[in-house]
């Protein structure tokens, strides 16, 4: 069966694997999930992830991070634009997330950023998801 929203999925297993205290999490590869992924490392919500080769697409295998205590690094995960409706915000549309202490990614036409890189680079793009 076809995944019809392959980010929601993405998603999802992160968020389900944070409640669960998982150490990490696996789902099938695409180059954009790569590209989410790769900004949710440097923006310090995940430990890492890698590519493990299989015989079709690939795995992505990421890495969840936790705190001393074990607290979530992680408090919430929102997908915004679905393929059903999708979100475009304009580059003075970018909204805040938490206050700053989150970040939202775009899908803009420089290629997938932050809230905060689109708005320094003055880009705007559809809204794809929300993490604190």
Do not use: H
Request: charged share 25%; aromatic share 6%.
């Amino acid at each position: 069966m076809a995944m019809s929203d392959p980010i929601s999925d993405l998603l999802t297993r992160i968020r389900n694997a944070n409640l669960a205290y998982l150490e990490r999490v696996e789902m099938p590869s695409s180059r954009m999930k790569q590209d989410i992924l790769n900004i949710m490392r440097e923006e310090g919500f995940i430990k890492n992830f890698r590519l493990v080769e299989d015989r079709k697409r690939g795995v992505l295998r990421v890495y969840l991070k936790y705190g001393p205590q074990r607290e979530r690094v992680i408090s919430g995960l929102c997908r915004v634009s679905r393929p059903s409706l999708r979100v475009y915000v304009g580059k003075n549309e970018i909204p805040l997330v938490m206050g700053g202490l989150g970040t939202c990614i775009l899908s803009t036409p420089k290629g997938i950023m932050t809230g905060q890189k689109a708005r320094r680079l003055g880009v705007g793009g559809e809204l794809l998801c929300k993490v604190w």
